[in-house]
């Protein structure tokens, strides 16, 4: 049943044996791509790391099943465009180098119908993208951050000027906060009004009771506002508790990494609420795990523009040309990511907007390649 579907789909499309040529040679060249440069990033990071790996102790299977085997999907996640784009240049040039691009052509196929195997070809593996990015990474990032979190981690940085809304009407503010600790300095906690702050609760130092789960306060004062009213005190230690858990402070912008794209939905909703400083950051992360696959289109027909042209110079030319479009294309994405972190670009926005740059340039060239 399903070997007849396929060859109606087939002839519906009028597919053909140049058809399957190109896609094996599309699929198995990205393959190849990603296995010779995975190694190239392996060899180069074991050299890199190898002496972190033996001052810290760790051991070799959990270097290989903890680190490496969690660090290769998240790579080729990272860089699939990019090792689609240089597949796609790399083939097309041997192609034209050989004239088949125009044998093919010559022989009454367009170059417009000569794209539908690279269609193809960028569709399966786009899909492939998809499901990595979105359900496959973040269980391998957890294993990764756990090996770095339990090997090459000595300490954990302190987090500096935590903003959490804590309710409807209440806020609370975390000049320093440190993980290993459970410790925060500077502490405030704010209740408001209709015009004015009716509490406001200060300390100098707020700790984190695991036991009793719920948390000490030092050194502060407490301002109360009842029927126009103020009340003053001040407190050498306190306990008291909050709708607030070390992992309401603990977060960092990695956590979005090591959830599902259902998961990250559902948690970008609740830090909107709470009015979280990282926002923008998930949603980018959100935002990357749609950008990339599609980008994988864009850059397989971007590819195919550059390097079906025919040169005197050889598949070299096109290689370096593309090699310069790629590192561009990586440069322009983390400036995007950069303006929509700290600048006024909005975060989905900065995602997308070099895959809209390479499209519109894609388009240019598509028009201009010869038929």
Known sequence: MAGSEIE??????????????????????????????????????????LQ???????????VIT????????YFVNLFIPLFT???????????????????????????????????????????CALILANFIVPQ??????????????????????IHIKNSDNSYIYIERWTKAEKTGYQFTYEVLGEQNIEYKLSAQRIVYNEETQDWTLFGGTER?????????????????????????????????????????????????????????????????????????LIMTFFAVSVSSRKTRRGVGVHIFIGMGLAFSF???????????VQGNMPPGLGTWIPNLMCLVLCVILLRSTPK
Request: hydrophobic content about 45%; charged content about 20%; proline content about 3%.
């Open 8 to 49: 109606k789909i087939r002839g519906q499309l009028h597919w053909n044996i140049l058809d399957s040529y190109i896609l094996k040679k599309f699929l198995g060249s990205v393959v190849y791509s990603i296995i010779l440069l995975m190694t190239i990033i392996i060899v180069v990071d074991i050299s890199e790391n």
């Open 224 to 296: 109360r506002i009842i029927d126009g009213q103020e009340y003053y005190s001040t407190f050498v230690q306190k306990d008291t508790v909050f709708n607030l858990r070390p992992n309401d402070l603990n977060q960092e912008v990695f956590i979005s990494e090591t959830m599902t794209t259902p998961e990250l939905n559902r948690f970008i909703k609740e830090e909107k609420a709470k009015g979280s400083t990282l926002i923008s950051q998930y949603v980018i992360e959100q935002q990357r795990r749609l950008a990339n696959p599609f980008g994988i």
């Open 140 to 161: 391998t990032n957890k294993g990764l951050y756990k090996f770095k979190e339990t090997y090459l981690e000595h300490y954990a940085l302190a987090k500096i000027n």
């Open 85 to 127: 784009f240089i597949s796609v240049i790399w083939f097309t040039s041997k192609l034209s180098a050989n004239n088949e691009i125009v044998a093919i052509l010559n022989g009454g196929v367009s170059f417009y119908r000569m794209l539908l195997p690279y269609f193809t070809g960028a569709v399966i593996v786009s899909i």
């Open 52 to 62: 972190r790996f033996l001052d810290n102790n760790a051991p070799m299977s959990a």
């Open 330 to 340: 990586v440069f322009f994405q983390q400036i995007s990511t950069v303006f929509s």
């Open 66 to 73: 903890g680190y490496y085997l969690n660090f290769i999907p």
